[in-house]
């Protein structure tokens, strides 16, 4: 008998904007506090709009929001 093929969940997307993340040092100190909390997690920013979008593999928003603070910057939930 077989057994039905598992499907992938989607993804869920994470988003903050983060209006003091101004250049690209910033971008790359939000990337990296991100990646510490959760490695696998696809992390795109964008430095016109000041949005970061998360694509997490294990952490919460929270714990996302929490390592942007820690880095220096101000998430707001998007």
Do not use: N, W
């Amino acid at each position: 008998m077989r057994r039905p093929a598992k499907t992938a969940r989607p993804a869920r997307m994470i988003a903050f904007h983060v209006g003091d993340m101004i250049h690209a040092r910033c971008a790359g100190a939000v990337t990296r506090a991100l990646k510490a909390v959760d490695p696998t997690a696809s992390v795109r920013i964008d430095r016109a709009t000041c949005m970061v979008e998360i694509e997490p593999g294990r952490a919460d928003a929270r714990q996302l929001s929490d390592a942007i603070r820690r880095a220096g910057y101000d998430p707001v939930a998007a």
